[in-house]
């Protein structure tokens, strides 16, 4: 039984069990018996209580009558009955094999029983007896001891020894069935012991007799026999995989090794023994750069610290003893955890092809050196044969064929012809690139000014914004929409004078403009800068000025401004710009002129960078004026020096298209746009804009508590008829915020540092300064505390970079420069309830049927652009990675939804507590910082939010997947991100 221990602490536990339960019954019943005893005291000593209080006037004889009656008569008591004289009679009985009463003792009762109204008693009870006094109201007093009657057992009855005898016979059952458990035992421990995992080629049922044997223990010895024969099935199939191993690793015919993650070598193949000389010894504690070296110090580090590699890399090295070139493919090998446990590296002899790569990289560095001079001559003989042809072309295009006879207008015809086919011939064989060339083929179609204003200004958002500038970009409402020109060579114009005065503004801004000016205005610019060119050349441009306006006399002008607030130029280096772009020398010419002018310092920034930007850095001045000429048009320039430039590109209106920008819409003219904007430029644009669609406006640069109270007058006026408006410049309300913190340090600096007498004067000023900036900024703040004002902030800088207190307090939100048609849509989508509340349901039916039907439809589509983008979902975007935060939220804008970004789990609990109302579903990422996606998608379900969340995860397996699910995600979806399959989660689980 020594060896079966746990069938004897089975036994023991339940022998003990028996035992407790004996002793608990026992316990119980013995005190059930002293519970009656005691309540048989209590009892008699009640009806001693009543018979005694039935006498009126008793006296010895009437109390012996009472202790005669049967109630008292087998209980041992000590009664004193003391009369109201003073005269005490004692009465005592004891029952067989008790002791005598001693003494005589007058009970002190605590406890009061209940009395009639004819006498009072009290009684206590103790283990062995009741102490009871019963005082008449004749005097009487009576104070009785009663024994409790002692434990009477009867070992005869059932009641003793029927439990014993029951908790015998089932520790004899318990007892049998020990040892019947212990032959079963006996049994399969010999089985198991005769069990071989080499022995076993088959199944074999277990030798067990059923009958004899509990299922338990016939379903373990089929299981150990299941088990037996798959060990043996593994056994053989583990033997068979390692002759295979053996036979793959130590012949392969490349070295192959393996590396611990500290860097020490734990096996390497005889291929690898036999390239390095090397036998393999477990003892040895080889290392990596015992055998190779790499070139380059980068990769060297990366061999000696193997412990920080996480991905695979394939490197170049050389034998540390042969010097021969290998591949070395090194991968990391994870344990389940995610933390390196070693390395597995394969080296590739590649000598040969690292000498035939350096041959053929010294034969490409000569052909390379060829082809350079080839490129050279090329464009010298080129630029040479075309200024001929290009000064042909030029001489000929002017000559009106008006003025010519019929002869002399074929001649002119043919000449055209035949030196346009030499210039086109000449171009495709030299294949000279379409910057390089001042005269090309051009693609001339109709091209969208305004998109391609937006277009060149976007392009330059990102260096405003880096430069702390402001961008301003204005196409005026009688503007031509489309002109015939050629797309690429105006969009490389602008861009480049846009680059230009980004480039040498510091401060301030950079402005771009669309308008139309006529052709006397045009002529009088050309003639103006013509003259002021020829005052030093002496070759006359009198004949250009009167082909051109001949040319165009029949055309309005399309102005593009580009005007900035940089470093300017000054009038002497604008003459000697506008000389370099109208002269003609030749390619030779030019490069001497700017190898000269490379050793001498500049004069002038803007001059430098026109003529060193002309080939290598871009389009170049030069370039763009010539591109300017070949479109029918011009560049003007116009600077002041300290206070900015201004660059006018004019080009013809060849078959311009009016087609609106700005839609005339009815229900904007029941706006009042309220605008407090910083820049002077911006403000003047708006104004021009409200005029044209008939907007009411009040736009300022500043604003005050006068001037505010003015606007509040005029507002109350208009309270029924238009709905208000307020559209705020970012960039004035921090002006404001910080001019006030200036003055008050300013002030504060002043008053310490003059003299005494003239403290009061300098303490007024500066008291004077900051109230006027204290007024300002109460005013702001008095309209942005108007919940009823609907309010749009508009700024340079990115919504995120915004106080999140400034954007709470407002409705929308644009950057700058602003686009004039979401600018319209904000302006509608915001009023519309108000203007709904304001106009009558049979007036915006007589407006709708007064407009036209394109306008009708314009209103509905950006309402209801509006409404889709105030109502679209809000999605948040758990991810820890910059760059899948970015496609993340580029994706969601796309299928038209909002996002917010959580970088970890804890950030993603504090953005549900703030916007749980709005977040719709939740994208987790699953290993993040901090706290990661599950353990916040635990804490989600913890509090007993059901939003869905989609799991995102790199690790597409079937566990993954079980592990999102088991802590309450909805979904799972795989990097990188399937654009449909999101779009089909979010269509599932948000509804519409």
Known sequence: ???????????????????????????????????????????????????????????????????????????????????????????????????????????????????????????????????????????????????????????????????????????????????????????????????????????????????????????????????????????????????????????????????????????????????????????????????????????????????????????????????KAYQLHI????????????????????????????????????????????????????????????????????????????????????????????????????????????????????????????????????????????????????????????????????????????????????????????????????????????????????????????????????????????????????????????????????????SNQANKPSENQHLNYIQNNSTEKGLGLNNANSFARLLGGFIEIKSTLTKGSTFNLYLPCKRPNYQLVYHLNPHLTQIHLLAVIKQPLRAEHLRRLCAYLSIPATISTFIDRSALQQLRERLAKEEQSLAPILLLDYEYYEEVNIALTNAKDIGFEKTKSIKTGDIATEHKKAEDEVSVHIDRQQALNSLLADTALPKILVSMKAERRIPSILLDRCDGFLNKPIDVALLLSELLRLTLPVRQTLIQPEKIQEDIQENTQENSIQLITAVEEASSETLAPLILVVEDSLTNQKIACKILAKLGYRSVVAEDGQQALDKLKEQRQEIALILMDCRMPVMDGLQATQAIRAQGDDIPIVALTANNTEEDRSACLQVGMNEFLAKPINKLKLQQILQTFIKS
């Not at 024994?147 to 049998?176: C, E, G, Q, V």
């Not at 096996?267 to 080889?286: C, G, I, L, M």
């Not at 800068?529 to 009198?542: E, F, G, M």
Request: net charge negative.
């Open 1 to 323: 039984m020594q060896q079966f221990q746990s069938l004897q602490r089975l036994l023991i536990f339940y022998t003990l069990t028996l035992l407790a339960m004996l002793s608990v019954y026992y316990v119980t019943m013995f005190y059930e018996i002293r519970q009656d005893s005691k309540q048989d005291s209590i009892e008699s000593f009640y009806e001693l209580q009543y018979e005694i209080s039935e006498l009126a006037n008793p006296d010895n004889t009437d109390i012996k009558k009472v202790l005669k009656k049967p109630f008292i008569k087998d209980i041992s008591y000590q009664l004193i009955f003391m009369m109201p004289s003073g005269q005490t009679y004692i009465h005592r009985h004891t029952r067989p094999n008790e002791g005598e009463f001693r003494g005589i003792t007058f009970p002190n009762v605590i406890t009061s029983l209940p009395s009639s109204s004819n006498h009072y008693s009290a009684s206590t009870v103790n283990n062995n007896s009741l102490i009871g006094t019963i005082e008449l109201e004749s005097g009487h007093k009576i104070y009785t001891i009663l024994r409790h009657k002692p434990l009477d057992i009867n070992w005869t009855s059932y009641r003793y020894w029927l439990p014993l005898m029951i908790a015998i016979m089932f520790f004899t059952m318990a007892l049998l069935y020990t040892l019947k458990r212990r032959a079963n035992w006996e049994q399969l421990l010999v089985y198991t012991d005769e069990l071989s995992s080499h022995a076993k080629d088959a199944y074999i049922a277990p030798p067990f007799i059923e009958k004899k044997t509990t299922a338990e223990f016939l379903r373990l010895g089929h299981a150990l026999s299941r088990i037996s024969y798959q060990l043996h099935n593994n056994h053989r199939r583990i033997t068979t995989l390692k002759h295979r191993l053996d036979r793959l690793v130590d012949h392969a015919p490349l070295p192959m090794l393996m590396i611990m993650r500290h860097g020490q070598i734990s096996f390497f193949n005889q291929r690898f023994e036999q390239v390095f000389a090397t036998p393999f010894q477990s003892d040895s504690n080889y290392q990596l750069t015992d055998f190779v070296f790499a070139e380059d110090e980068t990769t060297q580090a990366l061999l000696s610290k193997l412990a920080e590699l996480r991905v695979t890399r394939t490197l170049l090295v050389y034998g540390l003893h042969n010097k």
């Open 331 to 594: 991968t990391p090998w994870f344990g389940e955890h995610g933390q390196v446990h070693g390395f597995t590296v394969l080296l590739n002899n590649i000598n040969e092809m690292v000498n035939q790569s350096a041959d053929l990289q010294q034969r490409n560095q000569q052909l390379q050196r060829q082809l350079d001079e080839f490129n050279t001559l090329k464009s010298t003989l080129g630029h040479d044969l075309r200024l001929p042809l290009e000064a042909m072309i030029d001489t000929l295009e002017p000559i009106d064929p008006i003025t010519l006879t019929v002869a002399q207008n074929e001649i002119l015809n043919t000449l055209m012809q035949t030196s346009h086919s030499m210039l086109t011939m000449l171009n495709d064989m030299l294949d000279i690139g379409e910057i390089e060339v001042r005269k090309t083929r051009l693609n001339i179609e109709a091209v969208d000014l305004y998109k391609l204003g937006q277009e060149v200004s976007q392009s330059v958002v990102e260096r405003t914004k880096d430069q702390g500038l402001e961008l301003l970009y204005f196409f005026t409402p009688d503007s031509p929409r489309c002109i015939d020109t050629d797309h690429k060579r105006l969009q490389q114009i602008l861009r480049y004078l846009l680059d230009n005065a980004v480039k040498f503004t510091t401060a301030g801004y950079v402005e771009l403009t669309i308008d139309t000016v006529s052709n006397a205005e045009v002529l009088f610019i050309k003639n103006r800068t013509l003259i002021d060119v020829n005052k030093d050349s002496n070759t006359p441009k009198t004949t250009e000025i009167n082909n051109d306006n001949a040319s165009h006399s029949a055309h309005d002008w399309v102005r593009f401004s580009i005007k900035d607030s940089g470093i300017g130029i000054d009038i002497a280096k604008q003459h000697q710009i506008l000389t370099y772009l109208n002269q003609s020398n030749n390619q030779n010419n030019r490069q001497s002129q700017n």
